[in-house]
Structures are given as C-alpha cells and as structure tokens.
C-alpha cells in the first residue's frame, strides 16, 4: 500500500501543479487571463465563475479547498502566487500586507458597506481588500409544518426544546435540533451570537491582544449555552452523535429526513438545503432569538478580494468586483447576499434574500464574526484553536459535565489559546 502524502506536501505539491499549469497557460499564445484563488466549490464555485465571464479580460478561476492559507503559502513559496485571491478570513488580508505580499486595492465609485468593515481590511492606513460576499449568520431554519410558531426569544427557545424533547422520548419524534458539531465554526456561529446578545459592549474587545477570554462576557455566554445544549433530546442521536454530524448532514436533517425540526445556519444554508427539499415546502428563517423579543444583534462573515503584488491585473479585477452590477448573475441566481449597500434591494430574486439585505443595513446591530477576526491559530480550523475547544465545551455539556466546571475549563483553554497567538490575558 502506498503511503498517504502528508496533508501539507499534498498542499504544496498541488498548490505547484496548479501554479505550472497557469503558467504554461499564460505562455500558449493570446492574452493572459488574470488568475483568481477561491474557497468556493460546487455550486458557489460555478456562480463566481458566471460573474467573471463578464469581466473584460479572461478569467481563470481555482478553487484552493477549505485551506486557502496553506494554500497560498505554499504557491508564494513556489513563486506562482495568483493575482487575486478571495480569502475567508479579514486577518489573513492584514497578515499578507504586512508580509509584503498584497497590493494596495481601491474600491469602485459606487461602493459602500456597513460602518466598521471596511476597517477590518487596512494595515497601517491602507485598503488591501475589499468585501466581495457577506454572510447573514443569525439564522434559524425550519420547515413551516414543523413550528408553525417560532419561538420569540431566547427563553421561548429554551422551553420549546424543552418540550419538543420530551415529545421526541416519549414518543419518537423529531429532535429539536439539527447541528453540525463536528465542523467548529458551526459552534462558534452559536457562540458568537449569545455573546453579541448577552454583551455586545465585549464582543469586538475578543479581538483585540487584551482580550479577556476569562471575562464575565464569555462566562456568560457559555453558561447561556450550556442552559441549552445540556437539554436532554436537543440534538439527533445525542451530543456524541452530532460531533460526528457535519454541517451538511444537519440540513438534510430538517430539510429532508425531518428527523429535526430547527438548524441555526447562515444565509448559504439555502444552497445546500435546496437539493434535499423533499416536496414543495421550502424552508424558512428566523432571526436568532436574544434575550429580548425580536432577535439580538446581527452576525455577519465575508469573503474579501485582495490583490498579491507585481500581479498584473489583479488590482483591476478587484475594483471590477466591486462595482454594484459586477454580480448580477449571481444575484439572480440566488444564494448570494451582498456587502456593497448600493447594490438595489430589488436586485434580489425572492423575498428572503431582500430581506436579508435589508437587515444587514439595519444600524447599530452588525457584528463581524469574532473567530474570524482572532490571530493566528486561535481562528480555528479543524482540530485546533476556538473550533477545538468549542467542541471540547459542547462534548461536556452534552455529557453531563455541569456547565459551571464545562464553562471554566472552555475559559482556561480559551485564554490560554489566545496567549500562545499573542495576546489575550
């Protein structure tokens, strides 16, 4: 049997095969296409591709993986970094530009987002990228046959698991709730949004170097979800169960075997569900519940364009993705929610995705997502960092650990994580 190639020579070696091949492309005659690096795959991966195509000059699109850091790491160190790519996270951008790798980039004229994003793209004063697609993350889902009422805060949410769980014993219902547990950022996604809720003056202060991750906030927050999760019957097969459920299995959980009746998931859920649909009942959304009536602050992730230095093109393409109309095919085909407000409400094809955009621009209510903004290894991605110790949390809580001993280890691995990025207390 032939060994397996370590996950980062198997980077590496396809990083440079991509790499070789753009190269050899550039020199086959005719003009040179701008190459773009992406996380997107599947359905999102086809879309972007559609936009581009309108793009004046050719395009090539390559979708890294999940790992685009790695990725890219391994194509500078190869000499064969693309022109532009679209990273997930606004701390890579800042990371690239103070390595020297990125391109000042400027947005189009007709370019505007939500106060305070744009902030998360500049080193020492200048733009490196600019929001290309947001994602609405305070979302729950469920088939209207399933709840016809939804719960309205977040006590209402608590009880109603409550009972739905003790149905789901007695006499073998659906499980309350669906959950992806064993990809981290789906648990991360729940704790950001107790946590913007339970102390939105603390939320932002997790980003920076002095962060307390010891703190009475995130104590709080964890204890909130702790209240939850360690209901008995909450979760499909269990808290074991879900940590071995990935994000996809969770939607088709509600959407299609309805062995659950509620998924929190963001704005992309509808891509993944709308396979699955079984019959013409869509699912639908609500806002998820705060401790208040009519849901808690809004929770938003995104994806940036940046350009890497000496690309030639790059910077150009980046202004064109900007522009209100660049993404159009997109937008009607669905699935797509904008950061750039100008882009017209009625640009949308349904009344979800209108009003998502319109929350989006509700003031005073935006948070970006947190893990996404923590340095280093602290982001989390599998296995490590906030991802690893949320699963560690939920593994407890849905075990029997009392949430108060669940609550100080997740605390002590949290701070301690965030010293060894550099910084936290």
Same mark, same amino acid.
């Given at each position: 049997?032939?060994?397996?190639?370590?996950?980062?020579?198997?980077?590496?070696?396809?990083?440079?095969?991509?790499?070789?091949? #753009?190269?050899?492309?550039?020199? @086959?005659?005719?003009?040179? &296409?701008?190459?773009? *690096? !992406?996380?997107?795959?599947? =359905? +999102? $991966?086809?879309?972007?591709?559609?936009?581009?195509?309108?793009?004046?000059?050719?395009?090539?699109?390559?979708?890294?993986?999940?790992?685009?850091?790695?990725?890219?790491?391994?194509?500078?160190?190869?000499?064969?970094?693309?022109?532009?790519?679209?990273?997930?996270?606004?701390?890579?951008?800042?990371?690239? #530009?103070?390595?020297?790798?990125? @391109?000042?980039?400027?947005? &189009?004229?007709?370019? *505007? !987002?939500?106060?305070?994003? =744009? +902030? $998360?793209?500049?080193?020492?004063?200048?733009?490196?990228?600019?929001?290309?697609?947001?994602?609405?993350?305070?979302?729950?889902?469920?088939?209207?046959?399933?709840?016809?009422?939804?719960?309205?805060?977040?006590?209402?949410?608590?009880?109603?698991?409550?009972?739905?769980?003790?149905?789901?014993?007695?006499?073998?219902?659906?499980?309350?709730?669906?959950?992806?547990?064993?990809?981290?950022?789906?648990?991360?996604?729940?704790?950001?949004?107790? $946590?913007?809720?339970?102390?939105?003056?603390?939320?932002?202060?997790?980003?920076?170097?002095?962060?307390?991750?010891?703190?009475?906030?995130?104590?709080?927050?964890?204890?909130?979800?702790?209240?939850?999760?360690?209901?008995?019957?909450?979760?499909?097969?269990?808290?074991?169960?879900?940590?071995?459920?990935?994000?996809?299995?969770?939607?088709?959980?509600?959407?299609?075997?309805?062995?659950?009746?509620?998924?929190?998931?963001?704005?992309?859920?509808?891509?993944?569900?709308?396979?699955?649909?079984?019959?013409?009942?869509?699912?639908?959304?609500?806002?998820?519940?705060?401790?208040?009536?009519?849901?808690?602050?809004?929770?938003?992730?995104?994806?940036?364009?940046?350009?890497?230095?000496?690309?030639?093109?790059?910077?150009?393409?980046?202004?064109?993705?900007?522009?209100?109309?660049?993404?159009?095919?997109?937008?009607?085909?669905?699935?797509?929610?904008?950061?750039?407000?100008?882009?017209?409400?009625?640009?949308?094809?349904?009344?979800?995705?209108?009003?998502?955009?319109?929350?989006?621009?509700?003031?005073?209510?935006?948070?970006?997502?947190?893990?996404?903004?923590?340095?280093?290894?602290?982001?989390?991605?599998?296995?490590?960092?906030?991802?690893?110790?949320?699963?560690?949390?939920?593994?407890?809580?849905?075990?029997?650990?009392?949430?108060?001993?669940?609550?100080?280890?997740?605390?002590?691995?949290?701070?301690?994580?965030?010293?060894?990025?550099?910084?936290?207390?």
């Amino acid at each position: 049997m032939r060994p397996a190639i370590p996950a980062s020579r198997r980077t590496l070696l396809r990083a440079a095969a991509v790499g070789a091949t #753009a190269l050899a492309a550039g020199c @086959s005659g005719g003009s040179r &296409s701008v190459q773009v *690096a !992406v996380v997107w795959s599947t =359905s +999102e $991966l086809d879309r972007f591709r559609e936009v581009v195509a309108g793009y004046p000059a050719p395009v090539q699109v390559v979708s890294a993986g999940n790992d685009i850091d790695a990725f890219l790491r391994a194509r500078h160190l190869a000499g064969t970094s693309p022109d532009v790519a679209i990273l997930p996270r606004p701390g890579l951008v800042t990371e690239y #530009a103070q390595r020297g790798w990125l @391109s000042p980039v400027r947005p &189009s004229a007709g370019y *505007a !987002v939500p106060g305070g994003l =744009s +902030e $998360l793209l500049t080193a020492e004063g200048q733009r490196y990228g600019v929001w290309v697609k947001a994602a609405h993350k305070s979302l729950v889902w469920h088939l209207p046959s399933m709840l016809p009422v939804p719960p309205a805060n977040w006590d209402e949410l608590v009880r109603l698991t409550r009972e739905l769980s003790a149905l789901a014993r007695r006499d073998g219902g659906p499980a309350p709730l669906a959950i992806g547990a064993a990809d981290g950022w789906v648990l991360t996604d729940w704790f950001e949004n107790v $946590l913007a809720d339970v102390a939105p003056e603390s939320y932002n202060a997790l980003a920076r170097a002095d962060a307390d991750w010891r703190g009475s906030a995130v104590r709080e927050a964890l204890d909130r979800l702790a209240g939850l999760w360690s209901i008995d019957g909450a979760f499909v097969g269990g808290g074991r169960r879900a940590l071995l459920t990935q994000y996809e299995e969770s939607v088709i959980q509600v959407v299609h075997t309805r062995r659950a009746v509620m998924l929190v998931g963001a704005d992309f859920t509808a891509d993944v569900a709308d396979p699955f649909q079984r019959g013409p009942q869509a699912p639908v959304t609500f806002r998820f519940p705060g401790a208040s009536s009519g849901g808690g602050p809004l929770i938003v992730g995104g994806d940036a364009a940046v350009a890497f230095a000496d690309a030639r093109g790059g910077v150009e393409l980046v202004e064109w993705l900007t522009r209100a109309d660049s993404f159009q095919p997109w937008l009607r085909s669905g699935g797509y929610l904008s950061p750039n407000t100008n882009v017209t409400i009625d640009s949308y094809r349904d009344r979800v995705g209108q009003r998502l955009a319109e929350e989006m621009r509700t003031p005073g209510t935006l948070r970006f997502d947190l893990s996404d903004q923590l340095p280093g290894p602290f982001t989390g991605s599998d296995g490590v960092g906030i991802w690893r110790i949320m699963q560690g949390f939920f593994a407890d809580v849905t075990d029997g650990v009392r949430a108060g001993e669940a609550t100080r280890r997740a605390t002590g691995l949290l701070a301690a994580a965030a010293r060894n990025a550099g910084g936290g207390r």
